[in-house]
C-alpha cells in the first residue's frame, strides 16, 4: 500500500513460479502466486500442488511476492457442490506474512456453491469473515464493491468519491474523441 502503489494500483499474477521471481528483479509493484487445482503441477517447474503449498516452500516464495491467489476450492474443498472442512493454506500462508486472494468469485448460480443460497454477498462475507481471506479475485467487481459499501462502518469517503467523478471525467473525455 506505498504511496506509488495507490496511483496505479495492480497486482502482478501468475501459475509460473519462476516467472514471478525473475519479474521480482525488474518491479517493485506487488506479485500473487497463482495456484490451481490440486491435480495441476505448476507451469514452469512442474511441482505439484503438496510442494506448492508446503511451509517451506512458503516461505521460499515469500522473498518474492507478496501473497497467493489459490483456487478458493482449493481451500474450501467441495463434494457435490456443498463446502467440506476448511484447510489450513490460509493460516499457513498468513503465518509466513503472505495475503491470501482466492479466485473466481462469481455471481451466476452455477458457481455459487449450494451453502450460499445463490446469494454471492453470502459467499463473499464467508471467505472474508470467516475464511480470513484479504483479498477476493473476481469477474463481477461491482458486486464486490456493492458489498463493501453495505458492509462498511464508515460513511462514504468523500476522496473516493471525487476519485471515481475524475476516473468518469477520464472516461467520458476519452471516448468523446
Same mark, same amino acid.
Given at each position: 500500500?506505498?504511496?506509488?502503489?495507490?496511483?496505479?494500483?495492480? =497486482?502482478?499474477? +501468475? =501459475?509460473?513460479?519462476?516467472?514471478?521471481?525473475?519479474?521480482?528483479?525488474?518491479?517493485?509493484s506487488?506479485?500473487i502466486? %497463482?495456484?490451481?487445482? *490440486?491435480?495441476?503441477?505448476?507451469?514452469?517447474?512442474?511441482?505439484? @500442488?503438496?510442494?506448492?503449498? +508446503?511451509?517451506? @516452500?512458503?516461505?521460499?516464495?515469500?522473498?518474492?511476492?507478496? !501473497?497467493? !491467489?489459490?483456487?478458493?476450492d482449493?481451500?474450501?474443498?467441495?463434494? &457435490?457442490?456443498? %463446502?467440506?472442512?476448511?484447510?489450513? %493454506?490460509?493460516?499457513?500462508?498468513?503465518?509466513?506474512?503472505?495475503?491470501?486472494?482466492?479466485? *473466481? @468469485?462469481?455471481?451466476?448460480n452455477?458457481?455459487?456453491?449450494?451453502?450460499?443460497?445463490?446469494d454471492? @454477498?453470502?459467499?463473499?462475507? =464467508?471467505?472474508?469473515?470467516t475464511? !480470513?481471506?484479504?483479498? %477476493?479475485? *473476481?469477474?463481477?467487481?461491482g +458486486?464486490?464493491?456493492?458489498?463493501?459499501?453495505?458492509?462498511?462502518?464508515?460513511?462514504?469517503?468523500?476522496?473516493?468519491?471525487?476519485?471515481?467523478? &475524475?476516473i468518469?471525467?477520464?472516461?467520458a473525455?476519452?471516448?468523446?474523441?
Open positions: 500500500m506505498s504511496e506509488n502503489w495507490l496511483k496505479q494500483p495492480l =497486482f502482478i499474477q +501468475s =501459475f509460473a513460479p519462476s516467472s514471478l521471481v525473475h519479474v521480482s528483479n525488474l518491479t517493485d506487488p506479485k502466486f %497463482l495456484i490451481d487445482d *490440486t491435480t495441476v503441477r505448476t507451469q514452469d517447474t512442474n511441482q505439484s @500442488y503438496w510442494e506448492i503449498t +508446503s511451509d517451506d @516452500y512458503l516461505a521460499y516464495i515469500s522473498n518474492y511476492v507478496v !501473497g497467493l !491467489g489459490p483456487w478458493k482449493t481451500i474450501v474443498p467441495v463434494a &457435490k457442490n456443498y %463446502l467440506l472442512e476448511p484447510t489450513d %493454506l490460509v493460516a499457513r500462508a498468513h503465518a509466513h506474512n503472505l495475503q491470501v486472494h482466492p479466485y *473466481t @468469485y462469481r455471481n451466476e452455477q458457481f455459487l456453491h449450494f451453502d450460499f443460497h445463490q454471492p @454477498y453470502a459467499e463473499f462475507d =464467508f471467505w472474508i469473515n475464511m !480470513g481471506v484479504d483479498g %477476493l479475485f *473476481t469477474d463481477f467487481a +458486486s464486490v464493491h456493492k458489498y463493501q459499501e453495505l458492509k462498511s462502518p464508515h460513511p462514504k469517503d468523500a476522496t473516493a468519491n471525487s476519485l471515481l467523478v &475524475k468518469a471525467q477520464l472516461i473525455a476519452y471516448e468523446g474523441h
